[in-house]
């Protein structure tokens, strides 16, 4: 589970002379919520209230994940931890949404009597308001809608990286896999109108940004709700249309939808990354079929031959879930197959464990946490060496890496700085001496040195290092000045953005 404090600076009302209420919202999940985490900052900056630029908060919202393991736990632990620094501190507030305030609802209020505000995935809108009714009634306030009130891409937004964006295109999802709570939290698919989608692209790209990732739990599936099948490969190909828009991604896509169409866009439309995440989750049939997902590993490795037919070095990275219920050795042995097959650039992986509310939970045949163990330490090195064989492979060839503020563990030893190929890998590279050094959000060619299963490192002699300023970059420098001290956006506080960079993401899609 990840946590992502938004941050910034307070300043005092000019009428009243008080100082602005601040905010800092804890993230936990998936990217679906790390990006409602940017629309909570902006309705609570859109209401009045600044970023409390790492200080205690006046209102703390902790925006939720029910998929991960003892995420209420967590949730009551860091609660607890809070109650004592709200009694010590008169005004303070405490709010709660996501997709555990979804599931639980009343439970939160009864168990962390001092929470102020509960609400759902369906009105993130609503936070503002619940937050001054609390405290005008002196009460608590809990408001759960069992749909979507306004689509959350028409609520103010403080984008936590100039560079780099995700749009939402879809919300819930009209799938029903055994092991996951999203549908019930969630709700049905909702699709948004292609020309909402594309608006939005726009003014971020005039803002700055030379990426965008669009959002949905099933990217493949977007237009069934206004009848058109064929409408996320026509939203790729428009996103190559918009000028100044350097690279596309998706995330995620379902292999029992995904079709011809969508490989064509992603090879014809020079914007499109050339990167796919396909969720395989399993590559036994059996336990497939007992997931209820609906494609079999045949399909699902068709689906990867015909992608690297058209796009060769499209770096194809999975999600894989290992001792769900009733899986045998057999299945497992196929899983590997599958996995030893496919060639993941890399492969985000999980031990099952019991989502209560999800049809999987009360399946028989759960298996012994060593079983599950074991098995998964053979998946991580079986999937660890062909991580590190198929960076070995990049060695050699010039990459494109849009230079992002987050650095390397070790980055104050090697001095390199560090950002994404267009393939989304990750890459650590020097500036050699002399040479102009980029900012955030610039690009760079350089020739791959030398590869890590995780990463890729560049150590270009200066003939073999490239820089092009970007208007992003350019956005970079304004967001440092207007910053005043504060953090910029994507400074490292937030995550980074694109591809799945979270250390334990949601087993979705
Ligand atoms: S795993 Fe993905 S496709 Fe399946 S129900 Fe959950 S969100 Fe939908």
């Known amino acids: 589970m990840s946590f992502t404090p938004l941050t910034a600076t307070v300043e005092p009302d000019e009428q009243t002379h008080a100082p602005q209420r601040t905010y800092e919202v804890r993230t936990f999940g998936c990217q679906m919520n790390v990006h409602d985490s940017e629309r909570i900052a902006g309705l609570l ?28 736990n967590k949730l009551y632990g860091n609660l607890g931890m809070l109650a004592s620094v709200k009694d010590a501190r008169p005004g303070m507030q405490i709010a709660v949404g996501g997709c555990l305030a979804q599931k639980d609802r009343e439970t939160i209020l ?64 009209n799938n029903t896999c055994t092991f996951c709570i999203v549908p019930s939290l969630r709700g049905k698919e909702k699709d948004r109108r292609p020309g909402e989608i594309l608006a939005e692209i726009e003014a971020l790209v005039a803002d700055g940004a030379i990426e965008v990732t669009l959002l949905g739990q099933n990217v493949n599936s977007y237009g069934v709700e206004f009848g058109d099948r064929g409408a996320f490969a026509k939203l790729l190909r428009a996103c190559g249309d918009i000028e100044g828009l350097e690279r596309v991604r998706f995330t995620s896509p379902h292999p029992a939808a995904f079709t011809d169409d969508v490989i064509d866009a992603m090879a014809e439309t020079p914007n499109v990354a050339p990167q796919l995440h396909m969720p395989l989750q399993s590559g036994s049939d059996r336990v497939l079929k007992a997931m209820r997902r609906s494609y079999r590993s045949e399909k699902f490795l068709g689906i990867l031959d015909r992608v690297r037919a058209r796009m060769p070095h499209a770096s194809i990275s999975t999600d894989i879930i290992v001792g769900f219920p009733g899986e045998t050795e057999e299945d497992f042995q196929e899983t590997l197959r599958v996995v030893e097959q496919s060639r993941f650039a890399t492969a985000f992986t999980f031990q099952y464990s019991k989502r209560p509310g999800t049809p999987a939970a009360d399946l028989p ?39 992002t503020a987050q650095q390397g563990r070790k980055a104050h030893e090697t001095h390199r700085l560090s950002g994404r190929a267009r393939d989304q890998r990750l890459v650590h590279f020097s500036v050699p001496d002399g040479a102009e050094q980029p900012r955030p959000g610039d690009l760079v060619i350089v020739a791959v040195t030398q590869a890590a299963p995780f990463h890729l490192i560049a150590d270009p002699q200066a003939a073999d290092y490239r820089l092009r300023r970007s208007r992003a970059g350019d956005a970079w420098d304004r967001a440092q000045a207007d910053s005043c001290g504060a953090p910029a956006p994507g400074s490292g506080t937030g995550v980074s953005l694109g591809m799945p960079s979270l250390p334990l993401r949601t087993a979705s899609t």
Not at 45 to 72: K, L
Not at 134 to 147: F, G, M, V
């Open 45 to 72: 900056e859109d209401a009045g209230y600044a970023d409390a630029a790492g200080g205690q908060a006046d209102v703390v919202v902790f925006n939720t994940c029910a998929v991960r393991e003892n995420a209420d």
């Open 110 to 173: 009864r168990k962390a009597p001092w929470v102020d505000a509960v609400f759902g995935t369906h009105n993130i809108g609503a936070l503002p308001a619940l937050l001054e009714r609390a405290r005008h009634n002196d009460e608590a306030q809990l408001e759960i809608l069992e749909s979507l009130d306004v689509f959350p891409s028409t609520l103010p937004t403080k984008r936590d990286s100039v560079y780099s964006g995700w749009v939402s295109i879809s919300v819930g999802c």
């Open 365 to 403: 045949d759960q298996l012994p946490k060593a079983v599950v163990q074991e098995r998964y330490e053979r998946l991580t090195e079986l999937q660890d060496r062909i991580c590190g064989e198929e960076n070995a492979a990049q060695i050699g060839r010039q990459v494109e890496v849009l230079v």
